[in-house]
């Protein structure tokens, strides 16, 4: 399993998302110091009922929580964007 599967994987699980984008963004950051060491560049587009109520500090830390050591081992950078579904009025 590749590492956007691995963290699409680890997302869905934690957080029973509506809409889970995973971008890997490693290509344009070759050669980058902190890229060095084998780690990507990933964008995720997260929007799931678990953020309801918190704030997008909380947000973030619910998804480096859901990664776990994925973010010492498999991930340099991770760009979030994460929403709460939006409600039919």
Do not use: W
């Not at 009922?49 to 990664?67: Q, T």
């Amino acid at each position: 399993m590749n590492r956007v599967e691995r963290i699409r994987q680890a997302l869905q699980q934690a957080l029973d998302p509506e809409l889970l984008e995973v971008k890997d963004d490693s290509h344009r950051h070759a050669g980058h110091e902190g890229a060095r060491d084998g780690r990507g560049h990933f964008k995720v587009h997260v929007v799931s009922a678990a953020f309801e109520g918190k704030l997008p500090l909380a947000r973030h830390r619910a998804v480096y929580a859901a990664l776990g050591a994925m973010m010492e081992t498999d991930i340099h950078a991770l760009s979030i964007r994460a929403e709460t579904p939006v409600k039919n009025r």
